[in-house]
Structure formats: structure tokens, C-alpha cells
């Protein structure tokens, strides 16, 4: 699968990507996803890591690894497989909590690639953001089901997606001294009277369908069936989805800084200066090497993080510290490649600049890499220093 998806992503993505610099709205956006699906699903390769029940390939975290790898490859390539963030968590999470009948209305159709759908969590302050008790949208038991209110933003895929799945305080007071309180996560249709996408907010990346949105939920109703899980159960939750998702991002990453380092040792081959190739000088030579020992390090963390999880574990240490090494030295392999190809590196030109553009934000999201490493750290005082507090 892992070659298959070579070849597709070589033979219809990159010619797309490249003529579109990785806009994904230039390029077609909704119908381009749908195009790239069609032809990922005559390859028998759309949603790999979905249940076979619901038409997906039913891979595990170690399998799915170098197939992912193949699709981040190209910035479009996991939209083609229906692998990108925020689909494919939201796959995984449905797939492990949803009721048979949430698994027909929302699962089988976005394995499918049906429809899309968002995870809507962050919110502006003084709401959650690194610190999910911060939570402030609410949702309050009503006859049938609750009502929504809140605000969020950042919600990745949130123009166009057909639901959204939405964390609400249901107990407990934001950031409250009794600890977090209790969150649930509510099944939203796009179209919930009082559900607003208000705006996509600018940021630097340009690849993702539907992109990064402002939202309000005004007394939207959610009936008492579309409760994902249990009702405070949502934080709990939050964690079956993040161990996996973050480890999906490292996989579609790897991809896309291997192929930046891959045309910068190119470059690098080709290109004479001061009597011989750029790729014999002691100084490139150690960014070359450098690229290499951070990708071959990212996949042993990956790994081994996959290896836990795909044997029932939660992996929350193995996780944490794959996605803070993955997540800079990744953002440093793209940062060699875009110096070692000088001013090509930051031209339209090479694909290096776009990736470097897409990957920045990786070290914010699915936890900043100073709240992976608070986290690392008070875990290891508690083992080393039988610290309990
Ligand atoms: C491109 C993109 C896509 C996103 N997609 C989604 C999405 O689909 N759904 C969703 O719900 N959210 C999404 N987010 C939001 C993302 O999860 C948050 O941005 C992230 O959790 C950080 O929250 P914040 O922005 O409120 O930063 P804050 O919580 O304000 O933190 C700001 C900075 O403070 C520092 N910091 C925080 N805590 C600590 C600590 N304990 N120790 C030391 N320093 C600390 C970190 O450097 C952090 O970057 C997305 C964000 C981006 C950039």
C-alpha cells in the first residue's frame, strides 16, 4: 500500500500541488478532494486506517506509518487518501466510541469520503486552549437532549464540514480548584440552527480543506442521541483521539520534510561552488547528516509510540515525547533544506518554502511543545523522585 500510494501521490498530487503552490482552495478545493478520493478509491486506497466494516483498510498505527509517510509526501496527498487531520482522528475516535447508530449517520459516510467533519475544542480567551479545564462553551440538559453555547476558534476543516464533533462543559467550573469538571462531547450537524461558522482565520498554512474557523453555537440543540459517549466522559475521550492523531501528524510530517530534504540533496549534488559540488563542503555535509539522524530518529520515536498504542496501550509518555522531538526536528530538517538550496529554498520555485510554511504550526497544535515537555518532565519527577504531588 505503502508503494501504491507512492505512485499515486507522484502521479496525481504533486502536478497539482506544485502548479498550485499548495493552496488547496486555488486548486479546487472541495472538488479536488473529491476527484483525488475518486481516484485514491480505484486504487483501493482511500481511508487505510478506517474499519473494514465502514470500507476502510483497517490498519493498525504501525501499518499505517509508511503509507502515511507516502501521502504527507505531497501537502494534498493525505486529502487524497481521506488521512488528513481532522478526518482521520475523528475516524479513529468515532470508530471507538460511537453507537451503531452514530456509526451509520456519521461514521460510514466520512469513511467514505461523503462527507468531512471538525473537532472543535480550542477556544479564545479565557477559554481552553494549551489548558483544556479552561473550557467554557457549555452545554445544559434540557427534555431530549442539551443546549450548545459557545465560541471556538481554529477549527481546522470547519468551512464545509458536514458535522462537527464539539467538546462542552457539562460539570464543573473553567479551570476550577476541584480539577477540570467534566466535559462531553456532542455530535453537531453543520447545518444545527444556531451553529455559525463565523470566519476563517489567516493563518500561515494554505493546504487544509476548509481552513482554520472563528465559530459560535447559540442555543444549538443536540438531541440526547448524539451524545459521542458518556456525559462528562469527554476529557477521557479527548485522550483516545490525541495519542493516535499526534502520531498521524509525525507520519504525514515525515513525509513532507523527507521530500524537502530530498530536493535539497539534489540540489546540493548539482550545484558547483568554489571548485567543486555544494555537497562535498564540510558544512553541508553536516546538514545532510543532521537531516538524516532527525528523520531516522523521528521514525524510531514514532514507532515505538505506534507499537505501544497498537497493543492497547494509552502510550501517553511514548506520544508526548514522539510528537515534541518529531514536531521540531521535522520544522530543523525543512530549515536545513531551505538554506542548503539558497535562494531557490525560499522561492515558488522548489516545494521547500511551502512546506516549511505548512509544517510551523505542527509545534503548536495537538499540544504546544512546552505542555508535552511540563507533562514529560512532572512524570519523571513522580518515577524518579516519587513526587506525588
Ligand atoms: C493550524 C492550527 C490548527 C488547529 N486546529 C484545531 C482544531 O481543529 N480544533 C481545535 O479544537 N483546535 C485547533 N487548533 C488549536 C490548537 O490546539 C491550540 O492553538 C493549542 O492547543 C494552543 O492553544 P492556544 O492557541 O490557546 O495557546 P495558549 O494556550 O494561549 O498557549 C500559548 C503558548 O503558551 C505556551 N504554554 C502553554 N502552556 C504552557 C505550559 N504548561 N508551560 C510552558 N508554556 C506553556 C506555549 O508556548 C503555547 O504555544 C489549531 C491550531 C492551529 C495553529
Same mark, same amino acid.
Request: proline letters at 5%.
Given at each position: ?241 490525541? %495519542?493516535? /492523531? ?7 510530517? *515525515?513525509? #513532507? +520534510?523527507?521530500?524537502? !530534504?530530498? $530536493?535539497?540533496? @539534489? ?45 492497547? %496501550?494509552? /502510550? ?7 510528537? *515534541?522531538? #518529531? +514536531?521540531?526536528?521535522? !520544522?530543523? $530538517?525543512?530549515? @536545513? ?47 524518579? /523522585?516519587?513526587?506525588?504531588?
Amino acid at each position: 500500500m505503502a508503494a501504491a500510494t507512492r505512485e499515486l501521490v507522484r502521479r496525481e498530487v504533486i502536478p497539482i500541488e506544485d502548479e498550485y503552490d499548495g493552496d488547496v482552495e486555488a486548486a479546487g478545493g472541495e472538488t479536488l478532494r473529491r476527484d483525488l478520493q475518486a481516484k485514491a478509491a480505484a486504487a483501493g486506497l482511500l481511508a487505510p486506517h478506517g474499519p473494514v466494516d465502514c470500507g476502510g483498510r483497517g490498519l493498525g498505527m504501525v501499518d499505517r506509518a509508511p503509507v502515511f509517510e507516502e501521502a504527507g509526501w505531497a501537502l494534498f496527498g493525505p486529502m487524497a487518501l481521506n488521512i488528513n487531520a481532522p478526518d482521520e482522528g475523528n475516524i479513529h475516535l468515532l470508530d471507538h466510541v460511537a453507537t451503531a447508530s452514530q456509526r451509520e449517520r456519521f461514521l460510514r459516510p466520512l469513511v467514505a469520503g461523503e462527507t468531512r467533519s471538525a473537532f472543535a475544542m480550542t477556544e479564545p480567551a479565557p477559554g481552553a486552549g494549551a489548558d483544556p479545564s479552561m473550557l467554557l462553551t457549555r452545554a445544559t440538559k434540557v427534555d431530549g437532549g442539551w443546549l450548545l453555547n459557545g465560541h471556538k476558534w481554529f477549527i481546522t476543516g470547519a468551512d464545509g464540514a458536514g458535522f462537527f464533533i464539539v467538546m462542552a462543559r457539562t460539570s464543573g467550573e473553567p479551570g476550577g480548584a476541584g480539577g477540570a469538571g467534566g466535559a462531553t462531547m456532542l455530535l453537531a450537524p453543520a447545518d444545527a440552527p444556531g451553529l455559525e461558522v463565523v470566519r476563517h482565520i489567516g493563518t500561515v498554512d494554505r493546504s487544509m480543506l476548509g481552513g482554520h474557523c472563528e465559530m459560535r453555537f447559540t442555543d444549538v440543540f443536540v438531541p440526547d442521541d448524539d451524545v459521542l459517549g458518556g456525559v462528562d466522559e469527554g476529557f477521557r475521550y479527548a485522550q483516545v483521539r490525541l %495519542g493516535p /492523531a499526534r502520531m498521524t501528524h509525525v507520519m504525514r510530517w *515525515t513525509g #513532507a +520534510a523527507r521530500r524537502a !530534504h530530498e $530536493v535539497a540533496v @539534489r540540489h546540493v549534488a548539482g550545484r558547483e561552488a568554489f571548485g567543486g559540488r555544494l555537497a562535498d563542503l564540510g558544512m553541508m555535509q553536516q546538514m545532510i547528516a543532521d537531516n538524516e539522524i532527525d528523520l531516522a530518529a523521528t521514525r524510531a520515536l514514532l514507532l515505538a509510540a505506534c507499537r505501544e498504542l497498537d497493543d492497547g %496501550g494509552r /502510550a501517553s509518555e511514548s506520544t508526548s515525547i514522539a510528537k *515534541t522531538f #518529531a +514536531a521540531e526536528a521535522l !520544522h530543523r $530538517v525543512v530549515d @536545513r533544506a531551505t538554506q542548503m538550496c539558497g535562494g531557490l529554498g525560499v522561492s515558488r520555485d522548489l516545494p521547500v518554502a511551502r512546506i516549511a510554511r505548512e509544517i510551523r504550526p505542527f509545534r503548536i497544535y495537538d499540544g504546544p511543545s512546552e505542555v508535552h515537555r511540563w507533562s514529560i518532565a512532572r512524570r519523571a519527577v513522580r518515577r524518579l /523522585a516519587g513526587d506525588a504531588r
